[in-house]
Structures are given as C-alpha cells and as structure tokens.
C-alpha cells in the first residue's frame, strides 16, 4: 500500500514547484554546461535540483532511502535489501535544457517492490505537472488551473485516423526506425525528457517505443503516470512491466509505453528486435 496520502502529496508537489523555481532562475541565465564521465551534461539546475527535491522527499516521508541520479554511487549490496524508496531524476532533459526549448522535467518517484506506484512529474517551463498514484488515478494540472484527471484513449482502428508515435527529441535509434516502419498509417511527435511518456498518459500519443538507453530514474515517475491513467510501460523482450531495482545497474531494457496492448504493434516489435541484437 502507498504511504502517499493527500496532505503528503500535496507537500510533495509543492515541494517540486518549488524546486522548479530555483531550475527556472538559473535557466534564464547564462550558465556553465560540464560533463559527467558517460559524457552526459550536467548543469548547475541538476545539482540544485537534486539536493532541493531529495530535501522534499526526506521531510515528506522520512527513513524512506532515496537514490537520485546524482547520488548514483549507492552500491547495489544496499540496494537490494530496499522494499520501498525514492527514485528522483533532478532534471530528465538536459539536453533541452541546455537548448532551451522548455522540455525538462523534475522526476519523484516512490518505488516498493519494483514497482513506480507513486510518481510527479514536472515541466517548469510548460508549467505542467502529472501526477500519477496506483490508487488514487493520475491528473495534470496546467500553472494554477483545476486538475484534469488523465485517461489514456484508446488505439485508433488502422486506417480511421493516424497512430500518433512519439519519438525522442535527441536521442533517436535504428531500432526506432525499424519499429515505425511497419506500423499502420502513423505520425510522429517529437519530445524531450519524460513528456513523452506523460503524452501517453494524458490520450494525445498512442505509443512511445525507446528502442535506446535510458536508466530506471529517467522513467519511474512516468511510469507511475502512465499506469495510473490505464496505461502499459513494458519491457519491449518481454512485454512484461518494467520494474525498478531488480538488478546491479539501474539501465532500462528496451521498453514501450502504450495506452494499450494490441497485436499489430506487438508482432511490429518483435520483428524489430528479432533483427537486431540485444544492447546489453
């Protein structure tokens, strides 16, 4: 059961916003853009960022461990006695962030038993926030309007109206490629960071195949979104859910989000994969 309830979760998506606030100060200036040892950008708004949304999580909840893409050293032996945790990615795009373009987003996740059963996400520049809860449904609210309960729709019937497939803004694949190919009638929407998954969530994308790397706090929010509007996030091998923390790296498989299963994109995927090798 999520300890999530609504006093708490109202902190915690005010403790986001605010967090989102000290992202906005430094992206309206000129800032420094260094390079973490896998090549990734980092900014001074991850930095920040991490220690303002890994403060709100610890207030909110406390004794929950919490792992954080910049605090990713934890070793795997402490990992893997966790039942419950927080997984934050401070700032899911940076790339758009460094661009400018407004597509990055704040991440919370809580995590129990591999499971993303409680998830925010935050785009400060858009001023959108989803948010998803295993019993409670998701909903996204735009700047200070009423939260919208979210739903994903269903799949288009081939040939009534195009698929809508959304594609990585920056980080495009071979893989990707293949897969749209053999869709029905389709087109695509090109996006950073997990507003991606979030289009899904919301009914404006049918499908959001990442046939490319991520890692477990890129997605988990998201995924707790995705699922609490009625959606799937699957392992694309084994059309199983993804799960967090079940294993020593905390890269994703390959995994497609959808509003729903259905056998043409499913036999679509499989042909893709069965085409090229496995990247781990």
């Known amino acids: 059961m999520s300890l999530i309830d609504e006093e708490t979760q109202e902190h915690l998506v005010a403790g986001v ?64 006695t966790w039942s419950r945790y927080w997984l934050i990615d401070p700032l899911d795009g940076t790339k758009e962030f460094i661009k400018k373009n407004g597509e990055f987003t704040l991440n919370v996740a809580l995590v129990e038993n591999g499971v993303p059963v409680f998830g925010i996400v935050h785009a400060p520049v858009l001023e959108r926030t989803w948010v998803g809860d295993s019993e409670r449904g998701a909903w996204r609210t735009h700047g200070t309007m009423v939260s919208t309960p979210l739903a994903v729709r269903p799949l288009p019937v081939p040939g009534s109206e195009p698929w809508k497939i959304v594609g990585s803004r920056s980080h495009g694949s071979r893989e990707f490629e293949t897969f749209v190919a053999q869709l029905p009638g389709h087109e695509r929407v090109s996006m950073g960071s997990s507003i991606k998954l979030c289009l899904v969530a919301e009914g404006n994308a049918d499908l959001y195949p990442r046939l490319a790397p991520t890692s477990e706090w890129d997605t988990a929010a998201a995924q707790a979104v995705v699922t609490a509007a009625g959606g799937v996030v699957l392992d694309a091998h084994t059309l199983q859910p993804l799960r967090c923390n079940q294993k020593e790296s905390v890269l994703n498989p390959f995994f497609i989000v959808a509003g729903q299963r259905d056998r043409v994109w499913e036999d679509a995927l499989a042909s893709t994969l069965s085409s090229t090798p496995e990247n781990r």
């Open 17 to 80: 916003h605010e967090a989102g606030r000290k992202v906005l100060e430094i992206y309206t200036q000129d800032f420094a853009v260094m390079f973490k040892g896998d090549e990734s950008p980092l900014t001074v708004a991850d930095t920040a960022a991490h220690h303002a949304l890994t403060a709100v999580v610890r207030e909110a909840i406390p004794h929950v461990p919490v792992l954080s893409e910049e605090s990713a050293d934890m070793p795997w032996e402490v990992r893997r």
